[in-house]
T-cell receptor, first 113, second 111 residues
């Protein structure tokens, strides 16, 4: 089974802090993704990466950056956390084939106070 | 207008009922259609994956795609309390990396 592991289940941070969310997958997937999930809005794509050191903006990249130094690891960075970034953050991965479905981690519930 | 529309529910049914969950979409380029199940405080897990139009069956679950109507459905037969979860439809076209999700339907199956 594919395993996508997110380092934290719950995080509480203060406004203005720099926040790192880590994701590791063990299936040698080429593609990795970061989504946020909010009630009524569904899942929205923040950033994705189709290869090491490559990154592409999704639909809502403002206020976020990403890093992919190794194939299995994809990090989401909130440069200066704000209260409107309080959300559930979901990491996903898939094979290179564009028809390959996403496999998700269990999410990180981030609260910014 | 959202690309994918899904009734958020909640939908409450008695154990053993047949459940019908639906999504409509506007982008005719979508070719791959998925259903994910998400339990509370967990990530979405892939339940069904279909390509283009037609039906696909897996145990108690049947996925249907009607591309002419831009409408997809998930049927759950003999529903169980363990089916209580949020069900997300998702779809993508052949050209890109992006998967587009519906907002999810919350399902409660009562024993």
């Amino acid at each position: 089974d594919v395993k996508v592991t997110q380092s934290s289940r719950y995080l509480v941070k203060r406004t203005g802090e720099k926040v790192f969310l880590e994701c590791v997958q063990d299936m040698d997937h080429e593609n990795m993704f970061w989504y946020r999930q909010d009630p009524g809005l569904g899942l929205r794509l923040i950033y994705f990466s189709y290869d090491v050191k490559m990154k592409e903006k999704g639909d809502i990249p403002e206020g976020y950056s990403v890093s992919r130094e190794k194939k299995e690891r994809f990090s989401l960075i909130l440069e200066s956390a704000s209260t409107n970034q309080t959300s559930m953050y979901l990491c996903a991965s898939s094979y290179r084939d564009r028809d390959s479905p996403l496999h998700f981690g269990n999410g990180t519930r981030l609260t910014v106070t | 207008q959202k690309e994918v529309e899904q009734d958020p529910g909640p939908l409450s049914v008695p154990e053993g009922a047949i459940v019908s969950l639906n999504c409509t979409y506007s982008n005719s380029a979508f070719q791959y259609f998925m259903w994910y199940r998400q339990y509370s405080r967990k990530g979405p897990e892939l339940l069904m994956y279909t390509y283009s139009s037609g039906n696909k069956e897996d145990g108690r679950f049947t996925a249907q795609v009607d591309k002419s109507s831009k409408y997809i459905s998930l049927f759950i037969r003999d529903s169980q309390p363990s089916d209580s979860a949020t069900y997300l439809c998702a779809m993508k076209d052949t050209g890109g990396f992006k998967t587009i999700f519906g907002a999810g339907t919350r399902l409660f199956v009562k024993a």
